[in-house]
């Protein structure tokens, strides 16, 4: 026990000069944009060499080129979350640039609202695909180079949840029912891989500023299996979650930004957090207390 207290503390201290993730390889998908774009910036701030991952290849190469400028080390990767192909494609690219792997950031997602009764299948199907199956399954890949006995580094996985998961959503059944789902896969994993040194943790967003809490009638869209979804909240579902006022709820009176929200994901990753475990951590600004 002494050694390992000695271990993690020396880890932290050689850490903090160089950056909490000094040396370490984290993927991160959904990247290009929002939360995913702080959080690789973040990581790579920290000493991390990041994966960028996202639909958009072009935006990813642009958070890449970004982190390279500022003197940080990533690689782009585009593809869909939910294609078979997308978790071998980007465990290969890693594994071949940067020869292991410490860190996934699931973060990947986008909303598909309807009220329950009105929702069709596919719309239930395609959210519960990309937030929880796309996951599974990008983890479960990753075992060879996590679930490795003796190793001492900072490895953690990290999935992406929602106050929707965890209190429901008007509107968001689909999206709620998913984001629900992730935090039982995110203890699951802990039990399994906590005996390989490996962590697991969700983090659980509330308003963040970000394309998928706009105004719906902004006119953001995905595009998806070749059909164009709207993004955002409709002004008239606002109304039931705080009027005009979307922070109206939130004891701290505003939502977040994209960095305070990666801030958490860094937390969460980080030897900060070396004995957090199985934890959902609400960044929410008290929102649902």
């Known amino acids: 026990m002494a050694d390992r207290l000695a271990q993690v503390s020396g880890h932290l201290s050689n850490t903090y000069s160089r950056g909490l993730l000094a040396g370490e390889v984290a993927i991160i998908t959904g990247a290009a944009q929002g939360i995913g774009r702080s959080a ?3 990581f790579a701030k920290e000493g991390a060499k990041v994966v960028v991952t996202d639909l958009d290849e ?10 390279k400028q500022a003197g940080g080390d990533a690689l782009a990767i585009g593809g869909d979350v939910s294609a078979d192909d997308f978790p071998q494609k980007v465990l290969e690219a890693t594994i071949k640039k940067y020869g292991k792997l410490n860190h996934i950031v699931n973060n990947a997602g986008f909303t598909y609202d309807r009220m329950l009764h009105t929702t069709p299948d596919d719309a ?7 937030h929880v199956r796309a996951p599974f399954r990008l983890i479960r890949a990753a075992a060879p180079y996590m679930r490795i006995k003796g190793n001492t580094e900072n490895r953690s996985i990290i999935n992406v949840s929602s106050v929707s998961g965890l209190h429901g959503s ?3 059944v689909n999206y709620a029912s998913a984001k629900a789902a992730v935090v039982g896969m995110t203890k699951t994993i802990c039990k399994e891989w906590g005996p390989f040194n490996v962590r697991a943790n969700t ?15 902004e006119g953001a869209t995905i595009e998806i299996a070749g059909k164009k979804v709207a993004l955002g909240i409709p002004k008239s ?6 009027g005009a006022n979307p922070s109206a709820l939130i004891p701290l009176g505003r939502g977040a930004t994209p960095d305070e929200a990666a801030a958490g994901i860094l937390f969460l990753a ?20």
């Open 40 to 42: 690789a910036l973040l």
């Open 58 to 67: 072009k935006k990813a190469q642009a958070v890449v080129d970004e982190i």
């Open 124 to 130: 239930f199907d395609i959210i519960m695909k990309v």
């Open 237 to 242: 579902q606002t109304a039931v979650t705080g």
């Open 170 to 172: 008007v509107g968001q």
């Open 270 to 289: 980080s030897p900060l957090a070396s004995y957090v475990s199985g934890h959902t951590l609400e960044v929410t600004g008290g929102q649902g207390i």
């Open 203 to 217: 983090v659980a967003f509330g308003y963040v500023q970000t394309r998928l809490t706009a105004a719906k009638e």
